[in-house]
């Protein structure tokens, strides 16, 4: 059996947008297509990738986003009184967004390497293991951002 990976958000954009680490991201899923890996994204990273590529580009362009990401060789992971537990003690403790308490605790549900490029995931990285990606350097703009922050 291969090694087990739940993709943030991030690590997905990364792949999808051509940035800085999407050949780690190209690897992962080839390999979970051939030697036996488990590659998972939380519903919440749906949603994420939905909202944030209808903001910036559009309701078309997100839709299209959508199919292609089911058509990876990953598994969409829905929540479960188990995962929404962890994720409520994750909150508690850390400084994450709900969206990654929730992509880290699915990241535990499952046993596997957390892959992100984010790195409000360093606070949770003591007990739990994750495949840093490059950071994408923030920008200063003068105007209210739209986009997302990863």
Known sequence: MGEIY?????????????EEGCEIVEKILKTGKK??????LSFISLT??????WQEKSEDIAKELI?????????????N????LSAGRIKA???LSLADSIIAATAIE?????????PEFKGISNYIKTLELPFKEKTVTNSFPRGRKK
């Open 93 to 95: 403790n850390h400084r």
């Open 6 to 18: 739940v993709l943030d958000t991030s690590a997905l954009f990364s792949f999808t947008e051509n």
């Open 81 to 84: 009184e188990r995962i929404a």
């Open 110 to 118: 499952k046993n596997a390497v957390l892959v992100h490029k984010d």
């Open 67 to 79: 199919i292609l990401v089911k058509s990876l060789p990953l598994q969409i992971v829905n929540s």
């Open 35 to 40: 030697a036996g890996s488990q590659i998972f």
């Open 48 to 53: 994420e990738i939905y909202y944030i590529t």
